[in-house]
């Protein structure tokens, strides 16, 4: 079966897996086109410091994006309610294989069908943790250089990744201040 590009994306949620250093600031920059963007994490305390962090510099990062305007972040600890109706899955989970192999088998049993599932990792190409993904056609590397400072973004194949999903990132992400 084909992977079919997500549609209605600026209507559509995006979820970051992970509200770490990196996770906070990933969805900071997601959070400043004014949508919705859903935090997963655990850790209450975590998530929290996520939620602080995007309410402290979303405003001064929305002003500096193209048509930006301050969205919100929920926060929540239930994966299947950060990835309702969602159209892009980031996962910035610490940087363990196994982790990143479970987290991305539930990522795609549970996330919308045609959600993109994206992994923020520096240490690991998509390809070596996609053993339990049935539709490795939509998995990538997004790799971020700690935004907002720095707003350029590697894409990477896992090998299979459709490459309509290139093409499409190319596009969509430069509306949230990211640049591939």
């Not at 990196?22 to 919705?36: E, N």
């Not at 910035?92 to 990792?121: C, H, M, T, W, Y």
């Not at 053993?131 to 720095?150: G, K, T, W």
């Amino acid at each position: 079966m084909a992977f079919t590009l997500p549609t209605s994306v600026q209507d559509r949620p995006v979820a970051v897996i992970g509200a770490g250093t990196l996770g906070r600031r990933i969805a900071l920059m997601f959070a400043a086109r004014g949508g919705l963007v859903r935090v997963y994490d655990k850790s209450e305390a975590a998530g929290e410091a996520a939620r602080e962090y995007v309410g402290q510099h979303i405003a001064e990062v929305a002003g500096r994006v193209d048509g930006g305007a301050p969205g919100r972040v929920a926060v929540t600890d239930d994966l299947a309610k950060a990835l309702a109706g969602v159209w892009l899955v980031v996962e910035a989970v610490p940087e363990r294989l196994d982790l990143k192999r479970e987290i991305f088998g539930q990522l795609d049993r549970e996330a919308p069908a045609d959600a993109i599932l994206a992994s923020n990792s520096s240490s690991y190409a998509s390809r070596e943790f996609i053993d339990q993904v049935a539709h490795p056609e939509r998995v990538l590397n997004i790799h971020f250089y700690m935004p907002p400072a720095q707003n350029a973004v590697d894409l990477m194949s896992d090998g299979r990744t459709d490459p309509k999903i290139m093409e499409f990132l190319k596009a969509e992400l430069p509306r949230y201040g990211v640049f591939p």
